[in-house]
């Protein structure tokens, strides 16, 4: 019997994006001889010995089992009384929902919110993971170029773009700071700005906020304290703990919020990893000052490559969070930021990830991970001021 073809075979939405080229980038100059990548946002720590060993330890208890839906509520009890302790936030262990990782947290949050033609305004350049999960979700995006203003988008340019879309149903504004890429971070200030546009708009806030504790000029204020009810904060363990590799994220709301985000999330993966959310709760316990050492080596290896781009002729974003440097390449050079990062591959065996991958006010810029060993940053540094010298 001849076999009927399928009819309209894949989703249209999945059919029209693609896989990350930051992903694609990495994997293309990873067979170049020599290579130092400062490619992909993985600390280069490992995970605390500590936390390793609760890991190890609920293995040999055989947490190997279902757990509830959103967590186990030991772990939203805990993740519930760090973030408050630490960003002065007023969250109950039941506003909580443990994740598999950030990119769950964003994915359930979108999904949960969105109905089909909503839109969402995005702030740009940003990690280009918050576009493609609305659009699956059947939402638009509103990309907004802030690169006039310093990498922020302030609360002008917000009620501008609100004034300007009326006749769609704006659902959602996304805040990512500190900002990958740039590593530019939001004042308390510039948030309570913002915060006076969205209560007049009426509109939820996607706060990732998963580089809080490697915020460097200051302390990080949570959009979370400032307007509870309309915020949608996630955060992870990925960055804070080293942890990226575990896949432990949480998703924060308002309680009629998560009564019905705990239904997307319980179809999406059922349940978090029984196992890995006792080393997040020990984490979370016992592990509050573990991300400090990490900050502090991060913060040295800003400076160093700060300096060093500066003397090689690179502008860069103030970067105040994170672990990136979003660096103007020189003028001496096209702004074409894909043959820029090409180029400086072939012939300096450098690999960074080009601006225009960020979307709009990308372009003309490169992304650099100083998630990197400081052997590794010196030479890249040297690889890079004689690539540009010799130009």
Known sequence: MKAVPIKDKFNHKIEKIAVSDIRQFD????????????????????????????????????QSHYTPNPGIMPLREATAAYFNEKYHLNYKPTQVITTIGATEAISVALQTILNPDDVVIMPTPVF?????????????????????????????????????????????LVLVYPSNPTGVTYSRKDLEELAEVVKEAGIWVLCDEVYAELTYNGQHTSLAEIIPDQVLLVSGLSKSHAMTGWRIGYLFGPEDFVEQAVKAHQYMVTAPTDNVQFAALEAMTNGKEDSQVMKAEYLKRREFLQAELAEAGFEV????????????????????????????????????????????????????SYAASMENLTEVAKRIKAFVAAN
Request: charge should be negative; aromatic fraction near 8%; glycine fraction near 8%.
């Open 27 to 62: 994997t293309e100059v990873s067979s170049i001889p020599g290579i130092i990548k400062l490619t992909l946002g993985e600390p280069d720590f490992n995970t605390p010995e500590h936390v390793k060993q609760a890991g190890i330890k609920a293995i040999e208890d055989n």
């Open 128 to 172: 280009p993971i918050y576009k493609p999960i609305t659009e699956i979700n059947q939402g638009n995006c509103i990309m907004v170029d802030t690169s006039a203003d310093g990498f922020i988008l302030t609360a002008d340019k917000l009620r501008q773009v609100l004034a300007e879309n009326q006749a769609k149903t704006v659902k959602a």
């Open 317 to 368: 974003a103030s970067p105040d969070g994170a672990f990136y440097l979003f660096a103007k390449i020189p003028a001496q050079f096209e702004p074409d930021s894909w043959a820029f990062v090409r180029r400086l591959a072939k012939e300096a065996k450098v690999a960074l990830i080009p601006g225009i991958s960020f979307g709009p006010g990308g372009e003309g810029y490169v992304r650099l």
